[in-house]
């Protein structure tokens, strides 16, 4: 019993962690790199991820300065970053490329916070998921009733806690977002 519900503490600290990757890529407004990631430049060939290729650094609250390792592929992240369609101005420069984040209007504000309940509810049911798994592997095991009980118990509790900690979670990001 200690074994599946150590197990599905690992599985929704796993599924905690991705939301958590997942919704600082939403843009509040103010230049964070993390917004870059995943983002895959044609270069030299062949597919390179954008970290590889250069630094990205914040350049002021609402800039972000990408200052490849080799000048010739300034063009190639222009195109990647472009194609990435992340609603930013993108100026081209001699050395570097920089991106700058306008500001969010009302109504693009409200329409993150939209997503970003979606997103929350998303990985609500993953956790919900996780909890019915961690039950239906306690049932299998045909445990004495009272111990299936208490592990239910557990496993419930320890649902409970990690969708409230992703209700915190949103509820910060939110409070971001709705920042002017």
Known sequence: MEAIILETINFMNEIILRYKNEINKIRTGRANPIILEGINVKCYGGVDSLQNIAQVKVAEAHQLLIK????????????????????????????????????LTEEVRKSLVKDLKKK?????????????????????????????????????????????????????????????
Do not use: W
């Not at 208490?150 to 496993?155: A, C, N």
């Open 68 to 103: 490849p390792y080799d000048r010739s592929l300034i063009k190639d992240i222009t195109d990647a970053v472009t194609k990435a369609d992340l609603k930013l101005q993108i100026k081209t420069e001699a050395e570097n490329v920089r991106l700058i984040f306008p500001q």
């Open 120 to 180: 929350t509810e998303e990985y609500k049911i993953k956790i919900r998921n996780c909890r019915r798994d961690a039950v239906h592997n306690l049932k299998k095991i045909k445990l004495p009733e009272d111990q299936e009980k208490h592990g239910e118990t557990t496993i419930q509790e320890l649902t409970d806690s990690k969708i409230k900690e992703l209700i915190v979670i949103e509820n910060n990001k939110q409070a971001d977002l709705m920042k002017i």
